[in-house]
């Protein structure tokens, strides 16, 4: 809601009419106890969407209320900002004496912390109700059944999905986009001018191949999200060259980033860490067809593909409501179809498997390998290791914007 990180959690405190001079205490208390990275002036704009989380984090755990409600608050986290954000809750919750619900996909590293677990239905209904061990005991075959990640399962087995919904619509190069020794600089607008930018990434080499899938890795805020956008051509880098292959080029040449837009759509998609970034229209089905207008698509064939796309990542029956109105793992599957419903030859997607559940993530992952395996070049990002190693060809790992390997 605020300019800088620091005004942002001192909001509740403001509304809840806090004398002054205990805010900013407060505040920096909280940044430390959500263990953020920067200092109180640091500008909300700058953040990756793992800070942003534990920005949101401090916001709540500065009010000090009695009962603390988190929606999946480490779903955009590696594993070890997640574990060292868990502990930070539970080292709260037990200083304060306060009552804690979270909502979780993933639920092992919660087990030891929580006294009770609740399983919903797909309607809302509840499934199981007890202690965790009480749970796990009597209904670990119904839950998996569900979907639900239970500890000591194996990976699911990814989706098979039909080539037809998925491929790209034309042949294309071998190498799509080839990204050399680039390093982007990022500042978070005209307020940031007398600071110096931010080093989001650094000589970084990458390739975007028809037929691969490459997984970008590295701990929250590495540079994953910067990466897989300069390779879609969404911005220019600082250094370096992002360049595709010239039998993709056009009357701009062969820097993605110098591409109108409709040119750039047809050749290379994106999905967004935040879904609702990505949303441009007003129903789900839309949405996927959007690109696929825009890009001058056989409409007979788009909505086929549009149709065939929703049922596999299980949104069907949402196809006429608002993208708005979804939930966040639906979002998150419906950025996903769309950008593969018109058939790009490069699909750079930011954490696609946030929020799913088992069967959704292997819906997911079904469909991303079999545009892979139908000639689409893929780049993803991701915290998500398990994905990484079921869906990569190559693997490239980030730490503070450098290759590590
Ligand atoms: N608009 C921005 N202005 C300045 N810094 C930014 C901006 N967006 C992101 N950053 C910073 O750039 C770095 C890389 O961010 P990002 O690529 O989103 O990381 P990741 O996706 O690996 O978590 C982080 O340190 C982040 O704080
Ligand atoms: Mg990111």
Known sequence: VAETVGRDVAFGLENARVPRSEIWPRVDAALAAARFPYAASHLTRALSGGETQRLVLAGNLVLDNRLLLLDEPTSMLDAEAAASVRNAIQHEVL???????????????????????????????????????????????????????????????????????????????????TATGVGVELRAGLADRRAPPTVALA????????????????????????????????SRPTSGAVEADPRLATRQGTYPWRWRSRDLTARLAWAPQTPEHGVVTASVRDEVLASARACGREAGRAEARADGLLETLGLGHL???????????????????AALGHGPHGLLLDEPTVGQDRHTWAAVLGAISAARTAGAGVAVSTHDLLAAKVLADDQLQLSGGRTVR
């Open 95 to 177: 200083r304060r004496g306060c009552t804690t619900v979270a909502v979780e996909h993933q639920l092992e590293p919660w087990l030891d912390f929580v006294d009770r677990l609740v399983v919903l239905g797909p309607h809302g209904e509840i499934v199981a109700d007890g202690t965790p061990a009480q749970v796990l005991a009597d209904h670990a075959d119904a839950l998996a059944a569900q979907g639900v990640w239970l500890p000591g399962l194996p990976a699911p087995a990814l989706l098979p999905v039909d080539a037809a919904l998925v491929s790209p619509w034309e042949d294309g190069p071998q190498r799509l986009v």
């Open 319 to 337: 196809r006429g409501v608002s993208p708005y109105h979804l939930s966040g793992g639906e979002q998150r599957r419906l950025m996903v179809a």
């Open 203 to 234: 000589d970084v080499d990458a390739e975007l191949r028809s037929g691969r899938a490459l997984a970008v890795t590295g701990p929250s805020g590495a540079g994953k999200s910067t990466l897989v956008s300069v390779l879609a051509g969404l």
